[in-house]
């Protein structure tokens, strides 16, 4: 078993915390996004992975390196962004001899039993109901459960089940040669190559799959989204107050998640807060928001806001979404 993980895009939506961080390093919950569904596989047995790496890439692969020193990973440069499906493509020689390939997207993150996904026979395609299925990809089924057609984001949707990102392919070389198909015919839809394209002309040839329901899905490509998944995931029942240490006159309204090597004072922080490594925080209000690493943030009041790193903020209440190497002062001159 292979995971193949494409974390190639630019982060658009988040832009401009995305300008100089990629998106799936963002942290939500104390970690950063990508780190929970590589521990969920590392959890489940899966010990090889290829990256698809473009935007930022160097930034990937550092932080996987250094954090999954004992995995085994290979890595791969999409040079152009023609969509997920194209992605797939580019690596197609890093997986093409597994007998069975995980795909998940390094963006997202999903609850859900992934030994009982990997244990399923065939391939699985994981899905959860959505309100507006026009925004995702959707996955037909027949009156049997079996996948008949899936479409990226059709204007008519014939179903409410949008696709996860999370994906088991058990017919790899049916994944390759569709792939190839749509890429040297240049099939394309909204002017990409999507892994749903490639998906829909392995079902034409006859490759079945099935959907597998997740107990809840985070897409993070949002401030709104990736606010309240960090807020969901920092309540999650392991939460360990006692993990939070004492700051200096400051008042801590968990559940919260600090860095290393902070500095906090008389501030307010909570609930709902991530903050990353060596930030300093003094005589602040910071609620629902996510900091990143050596942030400076003095006579602030924030609240559903998403810092980037090495930011600097002195005098201000506001709600923003600032990116990195920034350096804010509302003070009176």
């Not at 197609?92 to 244990?119: H, M, Y």
Request: negative net charge.
């Amino acid at each position: 078993m292979k995971a193949v993980v494409p974390v190639a895009g630019t982060g658009a939506r988040l832009r401009p915390l995305t300008y100089t961080q990629p998106k799936p390093l963002i942290p939500v919950a104390g970690k950063p996004i990508m780190s929970y569904m590589i521990e969920k596989l590392l959890a489940a047995g899966v010990q090889d992975f290829v990256f698809i790496i473009g935007y930022l890439g160097e930034k990937i692969k550092d932080f996987v390196e250094k954090t999954y020193p004992q995995i085994h990973k290979e890595f791969v440069t999409q040079e152009e962004r023609l969509g997920s499906g194209h992605a797939l493509w580019t690596s197609k020689d890093k997986f093409r001899d597994a007998d069975e390939i995980i795909i998940f997207f390094g963006d997202v993150i999903i609850e859900a039993d992934l030994q009982q996904i990997i244990q399923t026979p065939g391939s699985v395609i994981a899905v959860k109901k959505v309100a507006d299925p026009r925004e995702f990809g959707i996955v037909e089924l027949s009156d049997d459960g079996a996948v008949v057609r899936v479409a990226e984001k059709p204007r008519i949707p014939k179903s409410d089940l949008a696709m996860v990102g999370f994906y088991k392919i058990a017919e790899v070389q049916a994944l390759v040669d569709a792939l190839d198909y749509n890429v040297f015919n240049n099939i394309r839809t909204h002017d990409e190559f999507p892994l749903t394209d490639a998906l829909m002309r392995m079902i034409q040839q006859g490759a079945p799959f099935q959907t597998i329901p997740v107990d809840r899905w985070f897409d993070c490509g949002k401030k709104e989204v990736l606010l309240e998944t960090n807020a969901l995931l920092l309540r999650k029942a392991d939460y360990d107050p006692s993990s939070i240490p004492v700051f200096d006159n400051s008042i801590i309204i968990h559940p919260v998640s600090i860095g290393k090597h902070c500095q906090i004072s008389d501030s307010i922080i909570g609930p709902h807060v991530t903050i990353g490594d060596n930030a300093h925080i003094a005589h602040a209000i910071v609620r629902d928001s996510i900091i990143g690493d050596f942030a400076s943030l003095r006579e602030v009041i924030l609240r559903h806001s998403v810092i980037g790193n090495d930011t600097s903020i002195t005098g201000m209440r506001h709600s923003l979404n600032i990116g990195d190497n920034t350096e804010i002062d509302f003070s009176e001159g």
